[in-house]
């Protein structure tokens, strides 16, 4: 069994080490991924509970982290759950339609029940049953499992299909080989392995990282690293990624919150398989009396996932017209990135905004100091602040740390 020892840790200084730039974005990107898993590609994504020790040869951590850079694995098939607790506000299902409209789904306008940009937002609370599949990077399925009904999403060569079996709806894309390595290249993280790379980038002198001994994910012997915070003030507790011994894959990602209680993201394999998946798993034939909905518009992103990837400026560029001088403040976890909405106004007052503007002020905390007054609106992992001339400050840092981030940004 490999050693559960507190010597066995390592820093950025023991592995190749990103880019300052790039290792403070990924803090601020690790949140985002989180929330953004409703907006995963081939949804490759898992959770599960482990069981087991296996006896395995010693690793160290910088060695593990080098074993999981180098796994190439593109074949494989099996079931996956996934559970999503970012302690959201209960709207009584308001916030499922807001984002199914947003997204253009089955509540907004000409939208498709088997728009994936819109069902995929289900996974971003709850708890869900996937079966998926892969074969390269031309042919994907996932399939969500509901009570009586299934969706699933098909990638075969240059076509993507979305079928609701409830509605007997389908959504049909093309996408051509550019296509696919432009889509490739500017999707979220999706899988355990690519979670686990975005946490990896957050490794510095700031972060504890060391093998925390083995475990057993869907049969398959695999060790545990574990990825801590040094500071204080983050609302990360501890990152636990299990890595499959025998590929270097990560089955298993789950994130628990400094605040305790359950995980924040819980994604694992509960059955897999790595023999290439049969031909036929990846044919679609819309069934018969079933509504086609064609996606012809070239400017439509779908989560990197189907539809024709975004023409124009690239997702940095995007960034930088929509976020007015995005920065950010601090080091190590305890980093806030910071924006002007460019409104010069927060958000609407219960006495500007009627019912609307006290809606949303009672769905945060007031809060005042050198930068005025603001609202903080707090989830079990990431705290935002938006202040009354429009600054916003966000981060997966506590309340007290954000406030104290925006003082010293003033």
Excluded: C
């Amino acid at each position: 069994m490999a050693p559960n020892e507190t010597d066995d840790t390592t820093t950025a200084g023991e592995v190749e080490e990103p880019r300052a730039g790039r290792r403070r974005a990924a803090r601020y990107i690790v949140p985002v991924t989180v929330m953004g898993v409703a907006a995963a590609t081939i949804g490759l994504v898992p959770a599960l509970a482990d069981s087991g020790d296996p006896d395995l040869p010693d690793i160290t951590a910088a060695q593990l982290i080098e074993k999981i850079g180098q796994s190439d694995v593109e074949r494989l098939s099996g079931t996956v759950k996934i559970t999503t607790d970012l302690g959201l506000p209960d709207l009584g299902g308001l916030e499922s339609g807001l984002l199914s409209g947003a997204a253009g789904g089955e509540d907004g306008e000409g939208g498709s029940s088997a728009d994936p940009s819109g069902r995929l937002t289900e996974l971003a609370s709850g708890t869900h049953t996937l079966r998926v599949a892969a074969d390269g990077p031309d042919r994907q399925k996932l399939s969500l499992l509901e009570n009586a009904a299934e969706y699933s999403l098909i990638h075969n060569g240059k076509d993507v299909w979305g079928y609701d079996s409830a509605s007997n709806e389908v959504y049909h894309a093309t996408v051509d080989e550019a296509d696919t390595k432009e889509r490739s290249a500017q999707r979220p993280p999706a899988t355990p392995k690519d979670f686990a790379e975005e946490a990896l980038k957050a490794v510095d002198d700031t972060t504890s990282v060391k093998v925390d001994g083995t475990a057993q994910v869907a049969g398959r012997d695999a060790y545990r690293l574990v990825v801590e915070p040094k500071q204080s003030g983050s609302t990360v507790g501890a990152i636990s990624i299990a890595v499959d011994h025998e590929t270097g894959m990560p089955l298993k990602f789950t994130l628990t919150p400094a605040g305790g209680g359950s995980a924040v993201v819980d994604v694992g394999f509960t059955k897999v398989s790595f023999d290439r998946p049969d031909a036929s798993t990846f044919r679609f034939t819309p069934p018969k009396g079933a509504k086609v909905t064609e996606d012809t518009e070239q400017d439509r992103a779908h989560g990197g996932f189907g539809g024709k990837p975004e023409r124009g400026p690239k997702p940095e560029e995007d960034l930088a017209k929509g976020l007015d001088g995005l920065r950010m403040l601090g080091e190590g976890w305890n980093t806030v990135a910071t924006f002007d909405t460019g409104t010069g106004a927060g958000l609407p007052t219960e006495e500007a905004g009627g019912d609307l503007g006290g809606f949303l002020g009672s769905l945060g905390d007031q809060v005042k100091g050198d930068f005025g007054k603001g609202t903080v609106f707090s989830t079990r992992l990431v705290n935002a602040l938006i202040t009354e001339d429009g600054t916003v400050y966000v981060g997966t840092v506590t309340k007290d740390a954000l406030v104290k981030a925006a003082e010293a940004g003033k």
